[in-house]
């Protein structure tokens, strides 16, 4: 390394998951990232490499994008749950027929929605 350049220092803080290992330079603040291991078929490997490279991406990064959504969408599942949960007590009053439940109101169908 240069004389101006700083080099990077490593520090340990505490995250809500325990101890968190941080990155410091002079440029750019990193969190490491958790290393985990998962076990697939080599073809299907290949296969994803190929896909994700056609995305300008790499297997990792895909995957990174992939387990955010996933998240999200078990978190959103949850507060679903959730509010279901909170309104359980809401009734009716009454059963509808399956003709009732699919009706459409026809002003409905003017503002583009199906």
């Known amino acids: 390394m240069g004389p101006n ?5 490593l520090s340990r803080d505490w995250g809500s998951n325990g101890p968190v290992d941080r990155l410091h330079s002079n440029r750019v603040h990193l ?13 299907l490997i290949k296969l994803a490499r190929a896909v ?4 300008h991406k790499t297997l990792n990064g895909a995957f990174r994008e992939w387990l ?23 009734r009716a009053g009454r059963h509808f027929t399956r003709a009732e439940m699919n009706e ?11």
């Open 31 to 43: 969190c490491c990232m958790k290393k985990v291991t998962l076990s697939a078929d080599a073809s």
């Open 5 to 9: 350049v700083l080099a990077p220092r």
């Open 68 to 90: 955010q959504q996933y998240a999200a969408e078990a978190g959103s599942a949850q507060e679903l749950d959730s509010l279901m949960e909170r309104l359980s007590h809401v």
């Open 104 to 114: 459409r109101r026809s002003d409905d169908h003017k503002g583009g929605r199906r």
């Open 52 to 55: 994700a490279r056609t995305q």
